[in-house]
């Protein structure tokens, strides 16, 4: 079921001056429900501003984004009920934490929404425990926690509204290995066990082939492809020509189809490839 | 070659007023580095990567041990603010973060930041913003706005003013973790570039085992201690150990390692796209049982 839709949109940024940009031209995507579906491109592509559309924080020059088949901008003066339902987490989110304690700065937007404390109290932990915050932790200052705590409790701050569809800009950036896995396999639930619709943006073909169930490519303001993650990643020329990389695991399982080794399956994890060798050695695809 | 940054036993610890317990951020480090070397730094978040890189650039100093940077031995009372200035511009940084460096609206003013405090004679400075641009790539840029430029060409602005100064050693502090896949190329292009061609020493912290895998030695931090060191071969061939401490091997290595798990006879510490299609090639084929 199509949650979020944009239904031929285009941004233009400066219109009627000389800076006039066209950063959308003419843009027609659906996201689905209950999906995770990543966004790719280079910079510059538009993919901050058609994130910035989604819970209308831009009012598109023409076109209409529609949330359950409904403008969203129908009544603009109602554009901040969509903003409850439709959460963004920002690139580097920690650095906009600003509240005493870990637990008011999550619960800020339930008591801005006024949610009675008990509500809040209850909700601000189950959000905390969907990004793997320690209860200790509620009661601490997030100026003194790390980096990566710092970013769970930002998301954690977003995801405590709720919210039916949840778009967030790399929410993995800066992050080690391991704690690239954790946020984004936290993301990956939170979608699965509410139903939700969770968008991500990233520069990362690694995380994008293991944690996407569809992947919507964007070049010079326009949707370049857009599909299954197996879909987009079986046409590594197309995604080459849209200034972007495939997984390293997948160049190799490429290199080796050109050099007459039929391989197949989903070429572009680590685990698609290793099953696709073991096939192709006559030793079945499991362990 | 003799050294050119050693460290003895270095410790840092942060905090420590009021009575706190200090936090122990790196333990008993002993490195040396050698001129025109290609070092790749990795260690999770936290791991003190980032202390190491402030303590051989003298923005902090060690609680305890010695950092020799050519020839010279620092500790804070032994030199004097200029003697300070002095190693500082032999060893320049790049950050993370691409919009937070530049200083000037002009691209080739912000190269000429440096030289320019450095009072040095107008053609010198002139030259040198003009070599530093070309070794980054960014000359036809030279009279553009900063902040209209991608954050690969960013970052690339950014090393031409650490190269104007003339250091013998850069690190990036992770330059690469906000680019996009492109503009992490051009960035790590660069480096290889400074490193081959001018005998640069480079230093490079990052997340990502791919970039870690075109340098010539892998240091690998964890809890403030030196937990590996040796050639990405060598590193990356031990898939546990990287994965126990919050890191990974690059995918190639990470695939044979899998496979290998899986019963198939494989080599490790294959890292390369094309070392890894070769000796895939040799199992697919029947050559390895």
């Known amino acids: ?287 | 070659m003799s050294s050119f940054i050693e460290t003895r036993h270095l410790t840092l610890d942060y905090g420590g007023e009021n009575g706190e317990r200090p936090i122990r951020a790196l333990s008993d480090v002993s490195l040396s580095i050698k001129e025109g070397e290609y070092i790749a730094i990795l260690g999770h978040n936290g791991s003190g990567k980032s202390t190491l890189a402030k303590l051989l650039d003298l923005i902090l100093f060690p609680t305890a041990g010695e950092i020799e940077i050519d020839g010279k031995v620092v500790t804070p009372e032994g030199l004097s603010d200029d003697e300070i200035f002095e190693i500082r511009r032999k060893i320049g940084m790049v950050f993370q973060n691409p919009d937070n460096q530049l200083v000037a609206t002009v691209v080739e003013e912000d190269v000429a930041f440096g030289p320019e405090n450095l009072g040095l004679p107008r053609e010198e400075i002139r030259a040198r913003i003009d070599a530093a641009l070309d070794t980054v790539g960014m000359r036809e840029y030279a009279r553009h706005a900063p902040h209209k430029l991608s954050g690969g060409q960013k970052q690339r602005v950014a090393i031409a003013g650490v190269i104007a100064m003339m250091p013998k050693c850069i690190i990036f502090d992770e330059s690469t973790a906000m680019l996009d896949p492109r503009g992490r190329r051009e960035v790590t292009d660069t480096m290889e570039k400074l490193n081959r061609e001018n005998g640069m020493t480079i230093l490079h912290i990052t997340h990502y085992m791919e970039e870690a895998a075109r340098a010539d030695r892998v240091i690998v931090i964890s809890d403030g201690k030196i937990l590996m060191d040796g050639a990405p071969r060598e590193v990356f061939s031990r898939v546990e150990p990287l994965v126990a401490c919050g890191l990974e091997a690059p995918q190639g290595t990470e695939l044979l390692y899998e496979l290998s798990l899986c019963g198939c006879s494989l080599p490790s510490g294959r890292i390369t796209v094309s070392e890894c299609a070769d000796t895939l090639e040799e199992l697919l084929s029947g050559k390895r049982g």
């Not at chain 1, 031929?8 to 027609?28: M, Q, W």
């Not at chain 1, 987490?89 to 934490?97: C, D, G, I, K």
Request: aromatic share 6%.
């Open chain 1, 1 to 287: 079921m199509i949650k979020l839709e944009l239904k031929d949109v285009t941004h233009v940024y400066g219109a009627r001056t000389p800076f006039e940009k066209t950063a959308l031209r003419s843009v027609n995507i659906g996201f689905e429900s209950g999906l995770v579906t990543g966004l790719i491109g280079h910079t510059g592509s538009g993919k901050s501003t058609l994130v910035q559309m989604l819970n209308g924080l831009i009012r598109p020059t023409k076109g209409t984004v529609l949330l359950d088949g409904k403008d969203i901008w129908e009544k603009p003066k109602e554009i901040r009920s969509v903003r409850f339902r439709v959460g963004l987490v920002m690139q580097y989110p920690e650095y906009q934490l600003f509240d005493e304690t870990v637990g008011k700065d999550i619960g800020f937007a339930l008591r801005n929404k006024g949610c009675d404390p008990e509500t809040v109290k209850e909700k601000v932990s189950r959000a905390a425990e969907c990004v793997g915050l320690s209860p200790a932790l509620l009661s601490k200052s997030p100026f003194d926690l790390s980096g990566g705590q710092r970013r769970r409790v930002a998301i954690a701050g977003v995801l405590v509204m709720e919210p039916e569809v949840l778009v967030l800009d790399e929410p993995a950036a800066g992050l080690d290995p391991r704690g690239r896995a954790e946020i984004l396999g936290y993301l990956r639930r939170y979608g699965e066990s509410n139903g939700a619709t969770v968008i991500l943006v990233s520069h990362s073909m690694e995380d994008m082939a293991q944690y996407c169930d569809r992947v919507v490519v964007m070049r010079d303001g326009e949707i370049y492809a857009s599909g299954t993650t197996e879909e987009i990643f079986s046409d590594s020329d197309r995604l080459i020509r849209a200034g972007m990389d495939v997984p390293e695991v997948m160049k190799i399982a490429l290199e080796l189809k050109q050099r007459g080794y039929p391989l197949d399956g989903k070429l572009y994890t680590v685990e698609g490839v290793r099953d696709a060798i073991l096939r192709a050695l006559g030793k079945g695809g499991n362990r």
